[in-house]
């Protein structure tokens, strides 16, 4: 496989599950983002990984924890979450550190929370 | 932080006809402008992008101008298809040490009438 890929495509969870979301990138990239996409809101920047440690974190609640093993894979790890927090989740990586390059997204994963 | 402004929020035009998407930006540092190509159900893919070091730039039907001065950017699209219908999202960022720190406008659904 080419490019960001996540998995699942589709995840409906209750507000006591633990789930985890997977992003892949199979470009050679330095840096992975997570971004939330709501209904009627901009995509929102969560989390950034450089060279796997984290560089940015906008201030999203703890429910939400990141993992970077390694450069080619990150991971989303979600407890407790609320009806609120359903949206489409996007990966995205970019070859980068100290450049702007374009970002490339994964084809997201929908979440919904019952 | 920065914050992206984007209008209209929706525009529907006819096949063949121009269309314009500006945005303005907050954050005199940001340097990279990328814009995002949205279709339902699918990835956001960069269409294009302009650094704060170039004042326009042109891609066959595509350009994006830059006005640093009055911190704002507009995407032209001229002989519009209906292939062109999408969410199209503007984006600014600064980067230094670490990856791109998007933040995105709030999206226009382009509608083309054939």
């Known amino acids: 496989e080419t490019g960001v890929t996540q998995t699942p495509r589709h995840l409906v969870m209750g507000m006591t599950n633990k789930k985890s979301l997977k992003c892949e990138q199979h470009?050679?990239?330095?840096?992975m983002y997570w971004y939330k996409q709501s209904a009627k809101k901009p995509l929102e920047l969560m989390f950034v990984?450089?060279?796997?440690?984290?560089?940015e974190n906008n201030s999203v609640p703890s429910r939400f924890s990141p993992e970077c093993p390694n450069s080619s894979h990150l991971f989303l790890h979600l407890h407790t979450l609320q009806p609120e927090d359903s949206a489409l989740y996007l990966c995205?990586?970019?070859?980068?550190?100290?450049?702007?390059?374009?970002?490339?997204f994964g084809q997201g994963t929908r979440l919904t929370v019952v | 932080g920065e914050n992206v402004e984007q209008h209209p929020s929706t525009l529907s035009v006819q096949e063949g006809d121009s269309a314009v998407i500006k945005c303005t930006y907050s954050?005199?540092?940001?340097?990279?402008f990328p814009w995002y190509k949205q279709e339902l159900g699918k990835r956001p893919q960069l269409i294009i992008d302009?650094?704060?070091?170039?004042g326009e730039k042109k891609d066959q039907r595509i350009a994006v101008t830059l006005n640093k001065t009055a911190k704002h950017f507009s995407l032209h699209i001229t002989e519009t298809q209906p292939e062109d219908s999408a969410v199209y999202f503007c984006?600014?960022?600064?980067?230094?040490?670490?990856?791109?720190?998007?933040?995105f406008g709030g999206g226009t659904r382009l509608m083309v009438k054939p």
């Open positions: 990984y450089s060279l796997e440690e984290r560089v």
């Open positions: 302009i650094r704060s070091n170039v």
């Open positions: 984006a600014a960022s600064f980067s230094a040490y670490a990856g791109n720190m998007l933040t």
């Open positions: 995205a990586s970019s070859q980068t550190v100290g450049a702007n390059t374009e970002a490339f």
């Open positions: 470009l050679g990239h330095n840096a």
């Open positions: 954050d005199s540092a940001s340097n990279y």
